[in-house]
């Protein structure tokens, strides 16, 4: 079974997924603008229960749960 890519993770139930980390990474987002993606880890809140990533606003995750 191929694994899922980030962009297109099912898993995810929200509406917003375009707003997530998983999702801005798989485009190269984190590389291409990092003073800004380093804005939403920095400080890190919240941990998606399904990737592991860190972020400040749980809105920035599919599956957050409390740090």
Do not use: F, I, W
């Given at each position: 079974m191929k694994p899922e890519h980030p962009k297109d993770n099912h898993?995810?139930?929200?509406?917003?997924?375009?707003?997530?980390?998983c999702y801005f990474v798989s485009y190269?987002?984190?590389?291409n603008?990092?003073?800004?993606?380093?804005?939403?880890?920095?400080?890190?809140r919240f941990?998606?229960?399904?990737?592991?990533?860190?972020?400040?606003l749980a809105e920035n995750l599919c599956m957050p749960m409390d740090l």
């Open positions: 898993n995810c139930k929200s509406d917003e997924h375009t707003k997530h980390l190269g987002y984190h590389v603008n990092p003073d800004d993606y380093k804005d939403l880890v920095e400080e890190p941990q998606c229960h399904l990737c592991g990533r860190t972020a400040h």
